[in-house]
């Protein structure tokens, strides 16, 4: 059965913080995307990743940083915590580029106080 | 850059009763997505549509899109409390690399009154 995990479902962090927020898919998927999602904006797409080590920039970077040094793996970062980075982030995986499905991890809810 | 846009932003409806949600595009749509959402949850892909006049049906839920690729439905047949939580539709998009990403609609909420 599909899976893809993260690393927390609730999280509270304080301004200033670095704050790492980690997704592992057991798929074998090539590409990885996380998202925010906040109410009325529906979902925005932070950073993507088509492979190890590649990254690209999605529609909202700023703030944000990622890795993904091991396929399985995608990791979010944000590099200095502020308040209107407070959202639930989603992180997908697919198989690769032009597949349909994306399969979605359960969701972390950040504050940021 | 292309929105999408769904229509209503909420719903609560009587369980047995028949509902639909819109998803509206700015522009032509290669690839329609719909998802539905429990609440304080990830996804879970419903269907996808790419032909014009497309329709497709998973157990009470059937999804079409209209023949110019702009608007699409879900209808939603003597719905039950299982169906409650928030539908997202997303639209592929193809860039110049070949690699394509899909931008999401704000959701419509729904609630079924048992």
């Known amino acids: 059965d599909v899976k893809v995990t993260q690393s927390s479902r609730y999280l509270v962090k304080r301004t200033g913080e670095k704050v790492f927020l980690e997704c592992v898919q057991d798929?074998?998927?090539?590409?990885m995307f996380w998202y925010r999602q906040d109410p009325g904006l529906g979902l925005r797409l932070i950073y993507f990743?088509?492979?190890?080590?590649?990254?690209e920039k999605g529609d909202i970077p700023e703030g944000y940083s990622v890795s993904r040094e091991k396929k399985e793996r995608f990791s979010l970062i944000l590099e200095s915590a502020s308040t209107n980075q407070t959202s639930m982030y989603l992180c997908?995986?697919?198989?690769?580029?032009?597949?349909?499905?994306?399969?979605f991890g359960p969701g972390t809810r950040l504050t940021v106080t | 850059s292309q929105e999408l846009e769904q229509s209503p932003q909420s719903l609560i409806v009587q369980e047995g009763k028949n509902l639909t949600i819109n998803c509206t595009s700015s522009k032509t749509l290669y690839g329609l997505y719909w998802y539905k959402q429990k609440y304080g949850e990830g996804l879970i892909f419903l269907m996808m549509?790419?032909?014009?006049?497309e329709e497709k049906s998973h157990e009470k839920i059937t999804a079409k899109l209209d023949e110019k690729k702009q608007q699409s439905s879900l209808h939603i047949t003597a719905s039950q409390p299982s169906h409650a939580g928030i539908y997202l539709c997303?639209?592929?998009?193809?860039?110049?690399?070949?690699?394509?990403?899909?931008?999401f609609g704000p959701g419509t909420s729904l609630s079924v009154i048992p």
């Open positions: 798929m074998d998927h090539e590409n």
């Open positions: 997908a995986s697919r198989r690769r580029a032009g597949t349909v499905e994306q399969y």
């Open positions: 549509l790419q032909k014009g006049g």
């Open positions: 997303g639209a592929a998009q193809f860039r110049k690399t070949s690699y394509d990403k899909v931008i």
């Open positions: 990743s088509y492979d190890v080590k590649m990254k």
